[in-house]
């Protein structure tokens, strides 16, 4: 109906499609809005691949969060590095993610390496460019940059097989054998495999095989987790109307950034909490009508549950597993994030890991529409 009425208006174009409110469906528009850009990823992807393969070095650079985001990743590159303050050789690559406002590192501004530059595109000369349309499909600019980044990675990844090169990629530290294979090959330092060697990979596979991926999940998230979603919304502007608190807490690389320092953060009260792990937990306290949601991983809830329920509070969390104790309480919503145990999405025939993980993309969706449900604003 809605678009039937923006057509007799003249506000939408034949064949146009309504831009959606919902947040997941949003992020779905615009991860597949980058497919049609996997075709110019081709010749930077294998650029970039000749010089890894004789010997260059892959950097991360940028965005804080968009550097965590892709380095020490499950399905990522084990022998990516932050740039830091390191200067990078001619023969390296770059892949960098611009912040608004932020100056590109002297390092990269005269550089003769290759920088791939994934959202705002810098003034300076040189750069491979790849945008992410956040503004084109109205998400965060921050969250949509990570859809050109994984996408490339995929790219490069492949390109580097079409070399007769199999790098070695991270498996989640979350799978029992996560850590054992960061030792075996020294963290990245062992940068391509010895000991296995996949068949070349045509171009455009990876990329397009991620896109399909994420966006079923993203579908099957909008379809199964709805009422929870408009539950968790509904507890949060109530909370919010009533002067009580709201918590966001989140982990994991994109995180806690994508809560803490967006517009999110300005209304849900921001910090780590590392469910499943063996780190200090904020020291908050909760009182009855107040909402914590915990935006995970793979573990549940754990300490939050035991410590705000008993206060009155009530708590969404979105993680691979549920908490058993707590699947009856009337005042606990798990959202089912859809991503699997191992978040690196992409099988790669005759390899031992998956590629280019899931999670941040997927939970920075339910983020950020939990925030839109709470406040109303549909804007990034």
Sequence with gaps: MDTLILLMSGLLAAGEVAMPASYVRRVERAIDTCRADIPAMQPPADQAAARLAAGGKLWAAGQPSMVSEISGRAGGFMMIRSLGDNVPGNGDVVLYTPEHGVPVPRSLADTKAMAVAFGECPREPGFVCLPNHA?????????????????????????LTRLGKTPVIFESIGAYAGNARIQQYKNGEIAFHDDMKVSPVPAGVIGNRFVDIIGAKLRRIEEEQRANLDRAGAWAREARKQGKQLFMYSMG?????EVGKTKIGEVFRSAVWNAGFRHPHPEDTY???DVAVLIGYQQ???ELLRKARPAGARVVYATVRADRDFTKDPDVIWIDPMWDWPDACVPLEGYDVPLLAASGILNGAIAWEIYRLATGDEAP
């Design 135 to 159: 503004e084109a499909n109205r998400i965060s600019p921050t969250l949509a940059n990570a859809l050109p980044a994984w996408i490339f990675t995929g790219e490069l990844i492949a390109a």
């Design 253 to 257: 690389h994109i995180f806690p950034d």
């Design 287 to 289: 009182a009855p009508g």
């Design 300 to 302: 549940p809830a754990d």
